[in-house]
């Protein structure tokens, strides 16, 4: 893991910069303060899990250059070109409430236990299980499934994966600020959620807008219902409160607001392409594949096509093998034969 003593300075420099430049981009800004950590050894991976420690959620991607982007951020931003500049507009609020007003008037057709009507964090969640696009992310508290779905879903000798570590604590001191007095253990699920849903029924309502500056947060969501699939996977979500900026951009607000942390609230560890089936290999003697992490025939079929592409791995590696045994056979055979 990459040292990281000049995060202080690093930030100091990046909130001056930030704070003369006249139209600022939140992700290029958040990118840049995102630490690039890269292993390319099983145990190179177990030593970065290890130096994180317990207090961090994780998240596989299969691609390194992705952005952190929620469902709803992908559809819901697009470009404009004007003569001189690109603009980007969003109307993430307004579709997210025709969304959500849809899957509630029919979610009741398929299953006899609908959240609650107060009970917007489930409502989203329950759409995100489901597929629909949501103001939600998924992660995980193992960083081992994280590993599982950047190399799963990844492109194996042909693009670089990543796993994104975020710092619960630091979500955690930084959501604190919005109460008057500090949370115990005991109650901050149900603070959060509370606090969570109360500003979701008021944007959801009009009352209130995405673009109020208290809003501009990333909470973790706690639905009440957790579901096999997420036990499985030890699965939490991050919420972004403020529609107004996508996902990583609020998150760089937070950043940018925070002047007491000391080390990196954001890392990113690269997976090489080659590094992707020998992972995958190891994840399997750990249990970790689609049928722990999907508990039903769908999972078990998935973890029959993991079987094949590891497998067929392990005999191209054995062909390749013999091939270069063969070739250096060849050659000790002719030396020999040429050798007076």
Same mark, same amino acid.
């Given at each position: 893991?990459?040292?990281?003593?000049?995060?202080?300075?690093?930030?100091?420099?990046?909130?001056?910069?930030?704070?003369?430049?006249?139209?600022?981009?939140?992700?290029?800004?958040?990118?840049?303060?995102?630490?690039?950590?890269?292993?390319?050894?099983?145990?190179?991976?177990?030593?970065?899990?290890?130096?994180?420690?317990?207090?961090?959620?994780?998240?596989?991607?299969?691609?390194?250059?992705?952005?952190?982007?929620?469902?709803?951020?992908?559809?819901?931003?697009?470009?404009?070109?004007?003569?001189?500049?690109?603009?980007?507009?969003?109307?993430?609020?307004?579709?997210?409430?025709?969304?959500?007003?849809?899957?509630?008037? !029919?979610?009741?057709?398929?299953?006899?236990?609908?959240?609650?009507?107060?009970?917007?964090?489930?409502?989203?969640?329950?759409?995100?299980?489901?597929?629909?696009?949501?103001?939600?992310?998924?992660?995980?508290?193992?960083?081992?499934?994280?590993?599982?779905?950047?190399?799963?879903?990844?492109?194996?000798?042909?693009?670089?994966?990543?796993?994104?570590?975020?710092?619960?604590?630091?979500?955690?001191?930084?959501?604190?600020?919005?109460?008057?007095?500090?949370?115990?253990?005991?109650?901050?699920?149900? !603070?959060?959620?509370?606090?969570?849903?109360?500003?979701?029924?008021?944007?959801?309502?009009?009352?209130?807008?995405?673009?109020?500056?208290?809003?501009?947060?990333?909470?973790?969501?706690?639905?009440?219902?957790?579901?096999?699939?997420?036990?499985?996977?030890?699965?939490?979500?991050?919420?972004?409160?403020?529609?107004?900026?996508?996902?990583?951009?609020?998150?760089?607000?937070?950043?940018?607001?925070?002047?007491?942390?000391?080390?990196?609230?954001?890392?990113?560890?690269?997976?090489?392409?080659?590094?992707?089936?020998?992972?995958?290999?190891?994840?399997?003697?750990?249990?970790?594949?689609?049928?722990?992490?999907?508990?039903?025939?769908?999972?078990?079929?998935?973890?029959?096509?993991?079987?094949?592409?590891?497998?067929?791995?392990?005999?191209?590696?054995?062909?390749?093998?013999?091939?270069?045994?063969?070739?250096?056979?060849?050659?000790?055979?002719?030396?020999?034969?040429?050798?007076?």
């Amino acid at each position: 893991m990459r040292v990281t003593n000049d995060w202080p300075e690093r930030m100091r420099t990046t909130r001056e910069r930030y704070e003369k430049d006249p139209y600022p981009n939140n992700r290029t800004y958040f990118n840049e303060l995102v630490v690039n950590d890269r292993v390319t050894t099983w145990r190179g991976f177990h030593q970065w899990v290890d130096q994180l420690q317990d207090s961090w959620v994780f998240r596989g991607q299969a691609k390194a250059a992705w952005d952190l982007e929620t469902t709803l951020d992908r559809h819901t931003s697009w470009e404009i070109k004007n003569k001189t500049s690109y603009l980007y507009e969003r109307h993430a609020a307004d579709y997210e409430r025709k969304l959500l007003s849809g899957f509630q008037l !029919r979610a009741h057709h398929y299953m006899s236990h609908p959240p609650g009507e107060a009970e917007l964090m489930d409502w989203l969640a329950l759409m995100q299980h489901y597929g629909g696009p949501t103001r939600l992310l998924d992660w995980t508290r193992s960083p081992y499934v994280a590993l599982y779905f950047a190399v799963r879903e990844g492109d194996p000798g042909k693009r670089s994966a990543a796993v994104w570590a975020i710092d619960r604590d630091w979500i955690r001191r930084e959501l604190a600020k919005k109460f008057d007095t500090p949370l115990s253990d005991a109650d901050w699920s149900a !603070r959060v959620s509370n606090y969570s849903n109360d500003i979701l029924r008021k944007q959801l309502a009009g009352e209130e807008s995405s673009e109020d500056p208290k809003n501009m947060i990333v909470v973790p969501a706690t639905p009440k219902r957790e579901n096999e699939r997420m036990a499985a996977q030890q699965g939490v979500f991050l919420c972004n409160l403020n529609l107004v900026y996508p996902l990583d951009s609020a998150l760089m607000r937070m950043i940018k607001c925070d002047d007491k942390s000391d080390k990196p609230p954001v890392r990113k560890l690269i997976v090489g392409p080659r590094q992707q089936i020998p992972f995958l290999r190891e994840l399997k003697r750990m249990n970790i594949s689609a049928a722990s992490l999907f508990p039903d025939l769908e999972g078990f079929t998935r973890s029959l096509g993991e079987w094949l592409e590891i497998q067929v791995s392990i005999d191209i590696q054995q062909r390749e093998q013999q091939d270069r045994e063969a070739k250096s056979a060849l050659r000790a055979y002719i030396e020999h034969e040429q050798d007076p």
